[in-house]
């Protein structure tokens, strides 16, 4: 059984402050998708990695993975107010198939 | 261009009772999954169609929920005699998927089901 598992779960941080959201998976993969979800609305895709040492950014999120470790990270620099939400990391055990998703790390950011 | 849809956004129903659920995918996409999201569970995969093939249901939960694709386009997720555990938000998703590196999923806004 595939399990994908997120620390931390819940994360409050000011903003202006950076952090690291870890993301673990217990199989052979080379692919890993990140997901937002704002409160009472959908998953809206973020980042997909597709190679040992794939890196993505997009504003002040950067996402990376190794699959040697079969570990990804989502990192937030300096963050604003507008980051609160929810986000999962998600593996496939073939491309194509169906995603298996972590339990989502739910970030609040604070003045 | 227009995305997953999803109807309808709620739906509440007495415990019991069948309720169907609709999901229309992104034009062209020829991938299409049923996932369920509950606090207790987190998102659960339930059904998965790809073109023409059989669907792959190893992710129901039990021989009340089935899911049909007409015409390889709008698909349809059935629950007979609903249970209160089935309360959840029921999501759907398509993918451009055919045979490629990855599989990037797009999703719909969802449907809450709730059970009374």
């Known amino acids: 059984e595939l399990k994908v598992e997120q620390n931390p779960l819940f994360l409050s941080m000011q903003e202006g402050k950076n952090y690291t959201i870890y993301c673990n998976y217990s199989t052979t993969s080379d692919r890993l998708y990140w997901y937002r979800q704002d409160p009472g609305k959908s998953l809206e895709s973020l980042f997909v990695l597709l190679s040992n040492g794939a890196v993505k950014q997009e504003g002040r999120l950067m996402a990376s993975l190794d699959t040697k470790a079969r570990l990804s990270t989502l990192h937030i620099t300096a963050a604003v107010h507008d980051l609160s939400a929810t986000y999962f990391c998600a593996v496939d055990i073939y491309s194509g198939y169906a995603l298996n998703f972590g339990k989502g790390t739910s970030l609040l950011v604070t003045p | 261009g227009a995305g997953v849809s999803q109807s309808p956004s709620n739906k509440v129903t007495e415990k019991g009772k069948d309720v169907e659920l609709r999901c229309d995918p992104i034009s062209g996409h020829t991938a299409l999954y049923w996932y369920r999201q509950s606090l207790g569970q987190g998102l659960e995969f339930l059904i998965y169609f790809q073109g023409n093939s059989a669907p792959d249901k190893s992710g129901l939960p039990s021989d009340r929920f089935s899911a049909e694709r007409t015409g390889g386009s709008v698909s349809t997720l059935t629950i007979q005699r609903t249970q209160q555990e089935d309360s959840a938000v029921y999501l759907c998703?398509?993918?451009?998927?055919?045979?490629?590196?990855?599989?990037?999923?797009?999703f719909g806004p969802g449907t809450r089901l709730t059970v009374l």
């Open positions: 998703a398509s993918s451009l998927y055919s045979g490629g590196l990855y599989n990037e999923q797009f």
